[in-house]
Nanobody, 115 residues
Framework: QVQLEESGGGLVQAGGSLRLSCRTSAPIFSINAMGWYRQAPGKRREWVAVIQRDASTNYAGSVKGRFTISRHNAENTVYLQMNSLKPEDTAVYYC?????????WGKGTLVTVSS
């Protein structure tokens, strides 16, 4: 199973930016898809963005145009660049990897956006 480690969370004011990183224990080219999810207090975990093996990307409507998912193959790292942050973006952000029939999750990194 792929091990994932997120970093980059923190406290930011509304309108600010943060970049999250997710480092994998396996080569990214061996992973079918990598994504970011988030879970706000008292809410269910929701999908945010995905990058496929062929580098195609997709985003949830609530973050489209503000967030960008990308990867650095040589560093086995996936990024989530978050711009124009809003208080409603406050959540624990989780990295996800789908490889074959296995799904892996990181432990999460907290993002807090103050108004």
């Amino acid at each position: 199973q792929v091990q994932l480690e997120e970093s980059g969370g923190g406290l930011v004011q509304a309108g600010g930016s943060l970049r999250l990183s997710c480092r994998t224990s396996a080569p990214i080219f061996s992973i079918n898809a990598m994504g970011w999810y988030r879970q706000a207090p008292g809410k269910r975990r929701e999908w945010v963005a995905v990058i496929q093996r062929d580098a195609s990307t997709n985003y949830a409507g609530s973050v489209k145009g503000r967030f960008t998912i990308s990867r650095h193959n040589a560093e086995n790292t996936v990024y989530l660049q978050m711009n124009s942050l809003k208080p409603e973006d406050t959540a624990v952000y989780y990295c996800n990897a789908v490889s074959g029939i296995a799904t892996s999750w990181g432990k999460g990194t907290l993002v807090t956006v103050s108004s």
